[in-house]
């Protein structure tokens, strides 16, 4: 095929891209909070969920991260994310399960974790709510379900609210307007690597 061709086709492809994807652009014009859910066994959830905490940020936006299972306050992202103006940030977890192997006290964690949230939900002055790892309260039955989809559904309509944790339950997915499954094809602690400041916390 001459160079000539080449492009030529290459022009014709990306013209009915374009085209098709003009179309849906256009097609776009609804505006409103999204509810994102962050989901899988593969690293990144979070990590990506604070990305949108940089960008809403970056916007104007105020945001409210409330950090659900997880205990420490050493991490790199609350340390950047507590000096920006903004920014409400709540760890609220007595850690992994496997570490506290105490159902009821990670059930009342858990409960007082979501009384923050609610707080959150009811401010339209908060423009995007992050629940971070959230997906542990539903599964293991700290927290109903069915209310808790109610109050995201109620919460005010310009607010953007991400919830990340592994195991999404079928519910939150249907009500979900973004779901990314984060799958896992090789990762560092399999391999005997430790944790890494700046990488995993």
Not at 80 to 108: I, L, M, N, Y
Not at 119 to 124: A, T, V
Not at 133 to 139: A, G, N, S, W
Request: charged letters at 20%.
């Amino acid at each position: 095929m001459q160079d000539s061709e080449r492009t030529h086709r290459h022009r014709q492809r990306m013209a009915r891209k374009k085209a098709h994807i003009d179309a849906k652009i256009a097609a776009a014009q609804s505006e409103r909070g999204v509810l994102l859910v962050n989901t899988g066994n593969g690293k990144g959830k979070s990590s990506a969920a604070f990305g949108l905490v940089a960008r809403a940020l970056g916007h104007g936006l105020k945001v409210a991260v409330v950090q659900f299972v997880k205990g420490r306050s050493d991490t790199g992202e609350e340390a950047f994310f507590r000096t920006q103006p903004g920014v409400s940030w709540h760890v609220c977890g007595a850690g992994f399960t496997w570490e506290t192997q105490d159902d009821g006290r990670d059930k009342a964690a858990a409960e007082a974790a979501w009384q923050i949230v609610l707080e959150h939900l009811n401010n339209p002055d908060i423009g995007l709510v992050v629940l971070d790892e959230f997906t542990y309260p539903l599964k293991y039955r700290w927290l109903e379900t069915e209310p808790v989809l109610a109050a995201f559904a109620a919460r005010p309509a310009h607010q953007h609210l991400v919830v990340t944790g592994r195991a999404a339950p079928p519910a939150l997915i249907a009500l979900a307007d973004t779901v990314t499954e984060m799958g896992m094809v090789k990762h560092a602690f399999q391999a005997g690597l430790k944790a890494m400041p700046g990488m995993e916390w």
